[in-house]
């Protein structure tokens, strides 16, 4: 069975920093555009961040700068660090897969169809 878990989520002051992981199970991320998506109460689930099978990536003009995002095929896993956090980037942080899709609409939750259950990212003094 084939799944997205991710990881690294906690509670960090504002100016701190998280790295989240997302490591896939049952099939290789290799072969697959990954994307970071948050979701805030009350919010519609949002693009973060995502990176080709060619290692192309896009960011959200919120977090540019402030994120990384990064894959790591040896271990099935994609990263996102997160510097310089802020209040609003509170959320629960989700990664995706699709198979194919292009950069320029990889930031929209709509592209894919594997989900994992999301991390719970905090930030507050």
């Known amino acids: 069975q084939s799944q997205l878990v991710e990881s690294g989520g906690g509670l960090v002051q504002p100016g701190g920093s998280l790295r989240l992981s997302c490591e896939g199970s049952?099939?290789?991320?290799?072969?697959?555009?990954i994307g970071w998506f948050r979701q805030a109460p009350g919010k519609e689930r949002e693009g973060v961040s995502c990176?080709?099978?060619?290692?192309?990536?896009n960011y959200a003009d919120s977090v540019k700068g402030r994120f990384t995002i990064s894959r790591d095929n040896a271990k099935n896993t994609v990263y996102l660090q997160m510097n310089s956090l802020k209040p609003e980037d509170t959320a629960i942080y989700y990664c995706?897969?699709?198979?194919?899709?292009?950069?320029?609409?990889?930031?929209?939750?709509?592209?894919?169809?594997?989900w994992g259950q999301g991390t719970q990212v905090t930030v507050s003094s």
């Open positions: 990176i080709s099978s060619g290692s192309r990536t």
């Open positions: 049952g099939f290789n991320l290799a072969y697959y555009h």
């Open positions: 995706a897969a699709v198979r194919t899709t292009v950069l320029s609409q990889c930031l929209f939750p709509t592209e894919y169809d594997r």
